[in-house]
């Protein structure tokens, strides 16, 4: 693929992601998301700053995500100081509008640089600096090996039992997670909604969550200082979750306590002082 | 004897002498290339977009490594049911997938630089999952909780530098939350998600960009992926700098900072200098210390430079003084407040010091005890560094009449501070964190170093007449020695890293164990905080993270002595009073446990001392205060609401 033809082609990625993300479904939404965030941006701004001859694939494939983040961080204050917000459409439109603008600048800047080949050899050659290391314009380490599309595929497919013993951590994970929080928390909470009324009695909004159909029926008892049950409900377990308004004495020191069936012994219990 | 980082030949006879690959007599180790690459002509061009690059054994490496993956996955299960074997599996696993990458690259039959950097960013991946696998479904490290609130507050508001009081100098240094938030924003993923991403691919960059900055400095590919594998050893690799915290967001574009000025230092011209001055900007926006940290790397290279280079160049400090023009103007324009953020650990540090010259007693850090096998390790690991670096430094001392390679130097001169920063975690309370923290720098440079070393352990270099090539089974053994190597560095970084030997493995709750200390209870009871935010909130440790990230409430870290003692007395009732605290955490479970971590609370003036649980009749105590209100109940945890809003 020409140099054009792939220029064309990431404008037409970094369009098409802008509108998925905007306009499209779930998946496509996650798909244009993550290669605007992490991919597109970055490989115009690599076009855009350096020669391609000057820098190799890993770095490139490198360069791509960094500047990516880059455009994020610091689009994302020029977004703040401009006061347009750091909302989905606008970070969209910047992801998108600056690797279009990249893109164009690139071109721009090749029809009008001088050879990029004349720019390689100069390099090459050294720049006078010699004390570190002669001017490395392009990749080390050796002569890189390559062999046919046949052979690398065949070499390749490993990599695709690799991804899949790993997808079977993460879903080993998940699992062991899953059932090592497959129990829930019960638990009882009470919060004052309102101040006591002429008859001396204040609104407390009582919540029980996390309840367990095999530990029901549930019963709530409300009792005051003087340890006497002045409530006593049973409680529907199948929603999962139970709230109810009660009148409780505003002078008094109130005890609330849920017990699972067949236990004497309170399960939880929450306290509310004399009312200010 | 003879090394070069590239193929090379030894002199006849086998002389102590240095070889640069390029030259045959020339004396010293070295970074440099061997050849200047030449221009590829449109014709090769042509040809290679029909071929693929040889990636050598890399995917079946690799496949291997993801089972060790498998294999830490189901040591984390047996840890979450508490099986016996639990503990095995791990370090079979780690082993697994670390040993057979750091052996390939060690092998004298390394495809190139494709094979090696496929093998590195796959190492990258597979150890990464394994971080992630830990706890898949959420963040529980107080760090990453504090940087949650703080992405989910840009995608609350839309704005930036939105007060965040769970972690207050991070919202000058928005760069992470801002990366999670576009990410949420626009993939519709949760924060979390978009978190764990995020922090997977900064987490990936920094490694591909240590990976092309060896290079640049003229290393083989098999140096630049060893280093990756040696830095993978680093104490906080695994998790601090792949977690979702800020410095993993501002450590590629350190690296970055620095390939850009050695681009920009061997004729790349002012494009690299401006790509440095763009990636300086981004690590100043994410992390402070990384910015620090940044200007004092460009420091040492320039510095290094001057010192070696003939001619001298006094232009080679232009990177750090823009760097540091960078940082300083980001702190007084937009983060003063982090001086004094910085500056309590410095001085606590120097008081340490101060008392230890005066000979006084500075006190012990208050971690849990260690064991002395995870001391062991980690000496023999420390001590295998030194030796490594002993190696290279001899080497680099017999060719120092050539020219000298500044980034060798360079390397060797951090790898120095590396070994002086490990000194610095004897030096009282924040001694170790400091030590570990600064280990995150200044592994790189030793990560070189030792990589260097390392192929000259194994014999990995080639030499170029066939009769004096090492016998296999001598290069084997070579290769087994330098695995062996890393393996026992990476063995040191798992036992005296992050987490701490006592939650390596998820499972059920431990007192003031972090990671280990989040669980159903305590998440549910700070979400239920959430509906009525915004007040001060006091606790151990755990409660003051949930309750301040997920609760939204104001932490108090100064609660420790209310807690303490089966009464509640008016000097109690006055510090409530004075702290302001709503909201009180009470985990009823730190009657059970003592803390793992040496310490309940924050400011805990009992860390390190805790030789039994805190009493029941202590933590009863709330019960009886006239004054609160125990508002809620989950069995493990219970919040009480004190009576001075």
């Known amino acids: ?92 439109w910047l992801l998108a509008g600056t690797t279009l603008v990249a893109l164009v600048g690139a071109a721009f800047r090749q029809r009008f640089s001088p050879d990029e080949a004349k720019v390689v050899a100069e390099s090459a050659a050294g720049t006078g ?148 | 004897m003879v090394i070069a980082i590239r193929p090379a030949s030894p002199q006849p006879g086998g002389s102590d002498t240095i070889t640069l690959p390029a030259q045959k007599t020339a004396p010293h180790v070295t970074l440099r ?7 590829e002509s449109r014709a090769d061009r042509l040809r290679r977009m029909f071929r693929g690059p040889d990636l050598g054994l890399a995917p079946a490496v690799l496949a291997l490594s993801a089972v060790g993956a498998l294999l830490v996955a189901l040591a984390y299960d047996a840890g979450r049911d508490q099986r016996g074997s639990a503990m095995v599996i791990y370090w079979l696993g780690q082993v697994v997938v670390f040993s057979p990458v750091a052996a390939r690259l060690l092998s004298r039959r390394l495809a190139g630089a494709a094979e090696a950097f496929v093998l590195v960013m796959g190492l990258a991946i597979t150890q990464y999952v394994t971080k992630w696998i830990y706890s898949p479904d959420q963040f529980r490290f107080p760090d990453e909780l504090q940087h949650w609130l703080g992405t989910t507050l840009i995608m609350e508001t839309g704005r930036l530098f939105e007060p965040n009081p769970a972690l207050p100098p991070a919202v000058n240094f928005p760069g992470l939350a801002e990366m999670g938030a576009a990410v949420s924003s626009l993939t519709g993923l949760s924060v979390t998600a978009a978190g764990l991403t995020v922090a997977g691919i900064a987490h990936l960059v920094f490694v591909g960009a240590l990976f092309v900055t060896v290079q640049r400095a003229g290393a083989t590919a098999a140096v630049a992926g060893l280093t990756c594998v040696v830095y993978a050893t680093a104490l906080h690799y695994l998790f601090f700098n792949s977690m979702y915290l800020y410095q993993t967001a501002a450590l590629p574009f350190l690296m970055f900072t620095v390939w850009a000025y050695r681009r920009w230092r061997t004729g790349g011209g002012w494009r690299f200098a401006l790509l440095g001055v763009v990636t300086t900007a981004v690590t100043t926006v994410a992390h402070h210390v990384t910015a620090f940290m940044l200007i004092g790397t460009l420091a040492l290279l320039a510095v290094t430079e001057l010192a070696v280079a003939k001619p001298r160049r006094w232009s080679a400090l232009l990177g750090p003084l823009a760097a540091f023009a960078v940082v300083a103007a980001w702190i007084w324009f937009v983060a003063r407040d982090v001086i004094g953020y910085l500056s309590a650990p410095v001085d606590r540090i120097a008081e340490t010091v101060h008392l230890l010259m005066a000979d006084k007693d500075a006190g012990a850090a208050p971690v849990a005890s260690v064991q002395l096998w995870q001391l062991a390790v980690q000496g023999l690991g420390l001590l295998a560094l ?93 290769m087994l020695a330098g695995t062996a190597i890393a393996t026992l560095l990476l063995a040191g970084a798992r036992a005296g890293g992050w987490p701490p030997v006592y939650g390596l493995l998820p499972g059920p709750y431990l007192a003031a164990g972090f990671e280990r200390s989040v669980d159903d209870s305590s998440v549910t009871a700070a979400q239920w905080l959430a509906a009525d935010p915004g007040h001060r909130l006091g606790g151990d440790i755990t409660g003051v993270a949930l309750g301040s990230t997920y609760g939204r409430q104001d932490p108090v870290r100064e609660a420790a002595p209310l807690y303490e003692g089966p009464v509640w007395t008016p000097q109690d009732r006055q510090l409530a009073a004075d702290l302001a605290i709503d909201y009180l955490w009470v985990d009823r479970r730190m009657a059970t446990q003592v803390p793992a971590s040496g310490a309940y609370f924050e400011n805990d003036p009992k860390a390190g001392r805790w030789t039994s649980p805190i009493p029941a009749a202590d933590l009863a105590k709330f019960d009886r205060v006239e004054t609160a209100d125990r508002v809620y109940d989950n069995g493990n945890v219970r919040i009480y609401r004190m009576g001075n809003r």
Not at chain 1, 68 to 78: E, K, N
Not at chain 1, 154 to 159: S, V
Not at chain 1, 185 to 196: D, F
Not at chain 2, 430 to 449: C, D, H, K, N, Q
């Open chain 1, 1 to 92: 693929m020409n140099r054009l033809a792939s220029r064309l082609a990431l404008a037409v990625l970094a369009l098409g992601s802008a509108a998925a993300v905007l306009y499209g479904p779930g998946p496509l939404v996650v798909a244009g998301g993550l290669l605007l965030a992490f991919l597109l941006p970055g490989l115009a701004l690599t076009d855009l700053i350096v020669r391609r001859r000057t820098v190799t694939g890993v770095e490139r494939a490198v360069l791509g995500p960094a500047l990516s983040l880059a455009l994020v961080v610091l689009g994302g204050l020029a977004l703040h100081a401009t006061g347009a917000g750091l909302t989905r459409a606008s970070w969209a």
């Open chain 1, 129 to 276: 600096d010699t004390p570190l290391g002669g001017g490395v314009a392009v990749a080390t380490g050796g002569p890189e090996t390559t062999v046919g599309p046949g052979r690398f595929l065949l070499k390749a497919l490993p990599l695709v039992l690799a991804a899949a013993v790993l997808g079977g951590a993460a879903w080993l994970s998940f699992d062991s997670v899953r059932q090592s929080t497959a129990t829930p928390v019960t638990a009882l909470s009470v919060e004052e909604t309102g101040r006591a009324g002429v008859n001396n009695l204040r609104p407390v909004a009582v919540t029980v969550t996390g309840l367990v159909e095999a530990s029901g029926p549930y019963r709530l008892t409300v009792a005051g200082s003087d340890g006497v049950v002045a409530e006593d409900r049973t409680i529907d377990v199948t929603a999962g979750t139970w709230t109810r308004t009660l009148l409780v004495p505003a002078n008094d020191r109130i005890r609330i306590d849920l017990y699972r069936a067949g236990e004497a012994a309170p399960f939880r219990t929450t306290l509310l002082r004399r009312a200010v």
């Open chain 2, 33 to 39: 290339p061997a050849t200047p690459p030449q221009p």
């Open chain 2, 386 to 478: 030194g030796l490594l670096f002993l190696v290279i430094l001899k080497s680099a001392w017999t060719g120092r009449k050539q020219p000298k390679d500044v980034w060798l130097w360079a390397a060797l001169a951090g790898s120095v501070v590396f070994f002086l920063g490990n000194g610095v975690r004897f030096l009282g309370a924040s001694g170790p964190e400091i030590a570990g923290r600064l280990s995150t720098f200044t592994y790189v440079p030793i990560s070189i170093v030792a990589a260097l070393a390392l192929v000259r352990v194994a014999g990995t270099v080639r030499e170029r007449t066939p009769a004096t090539e090492p016998a296999g089974r001598r290069f084997v053994a070579g």
